[in-house]
């Protein structure tokens, strides 16, 4: 499960988060995603609008709702989580409600092992 985690400190964190999420409105969270990610250091708010029409959204839609009050209140449910959580940066992972300290393929799969061990 993805959940959004915009950091203060990056000035167009929210903007992206707020832009995939009317991406997702129309279908297209994942592709508006992987875009935003591959393209991290040059974004700007005219390429998030590029984003969306290169993924043929309804450009009028996808306006509105990227400043709509629903999605802000998605950002923020989970920002106010991922804090209770104790989520500090991106990216953060948990595995069944464990956060993964050590990112490598090794401490991923020790971990999934785990889990299933466990069962």
């Known amino acids: 499960m993805y959940k959004n985690f915009p950091l203060k400190n990056h000035r167009l ?3 992206a988060a707020q832009a995939a999420l009317a991406a997702g409105k129309q279908g297209k969270f994942w592709e ?3 875009k935003v ?3 991290y250091n040059k ?17 009028e839609r996808f306006r509105k709702e990227r400043v709509s009050p629903e999605i802000m ?6 920002l106010r989580e991922g804090s209770r ?3 500090r940066g991106t990216p953060t992972i948990f595995i069944n409600g ?15 092992e785990s889990e299933l061990n466990r069962k």
């Not at 464990?98 to 999934?112: D, G, H, K, T, Y």
């Open 32 to 34: 508006y995603h992987d």
């Open 13 to 15: 964190a929210l903007p």
């Open 43 to 59: 974004l700007s708010n005219e390429l998030f609008d590029q984003f969306a029409r290169e993924l043929d959204l309804d450009m």
């Open 37 to 39: 990610f591959e393209n």
């Open 98 to 112: 464990n956060r993964l300290e050590q990112r490598s393929p090794e401490a991923f799969s020790a971990a999934i």
């Open 85 to 87: 959580i104790g989520v």
């Open 73 to 78: 209140a998605l950002i923020n449910r989970d």
